[in-house]
């Protein structure tokens, strides 16, 4: 989101100094008619610190004790003992069948590009009140969808910390049919 509106916090600042720099060259800064123009530097200072602090609350990191997943308003820990899986697969993969509506604007970019995905166990309520917290664009049923700047990496970090389990299913190559 930072990427996208950052031209627009700095557009309202550079036309608000360009402005007010004219009005007080041709001294006309007085005119009421004219003070809006002074009011284009603090909102483009005010939306910028806006998206800084969005962009700095939204993240996923790494702990000792579990995964952080923050969003703008809430955060949730994930024990690395509730994590059946980690991967990282395409973004669209979470928005099938008619949760494509969910899909916000800004998101839409990254539709195609790797996300991370972890699949979580828990009861309901727990799933509940962690999908609660999250939001359902992140949390589907007990899988949460973060797009990442590099998921792959992410999914690795997060994979080497998962206790080790035996007899599950580490994945593998699909069984070839049989001739008839």
Do not use: C
């Not at 939306?47 to 990191?61: E, K, N």
């Not at 669209?92 to 916000?104: C, E, G, V, Y």
């Not at 828990?122 to 939001?135: P, S």
């Not at 049923?141 to 580490?170: C, F, H, K, M």
């Amino acid at each position: 989101m930072w990427r996208q509106q950052r031209f627009f916090a700095g557009f309202l600042v550079a036309v608000g100094v360009v402005m007010t720099a004219l009005l007080v060259y041709q001294h006309q800064i007085a005119h009421t008619a004219n003070l809006i123009w002074l009011l284009y530097i603090p909102s483009g200072l005010l939306l910028g610190g806006a998206f800084l602090y969005y962009r700095h609350r939204s993240h996923v990191s790494v702990q000792d004790d579990g995964v952080k997943v923050s969003t703008l308003l809430s955060s949730v820990l994930i024990d690395y003992d509730s994590i059946k899986s980690v991967k990282a697969s395409p973004l669209r993969q979470h928005f099938q069948d008619r949760r494509s509506r969910l899909i916000a604007p800004v998101m839409k970019q990254y539709v195609d590009k790797p996300a991370l995905f972890i699949r979580v166990r828990g009861d309901e309520a727990e799933l509940a009140a962690m999908k609660k917290r999250l939001g359902a664009r992140i949390m589907h049923e007990d899988t949460v969808a973060i797009p990442v700047p590099d998921a792959d990496a992410a999914a690795w970090e997060i994979s080497s910390r998962l206790p080790y389990r035996l007899g599950q299913n580490q994945g593998g190559g699909r069984r070839k049919k049989r001739r008839r």
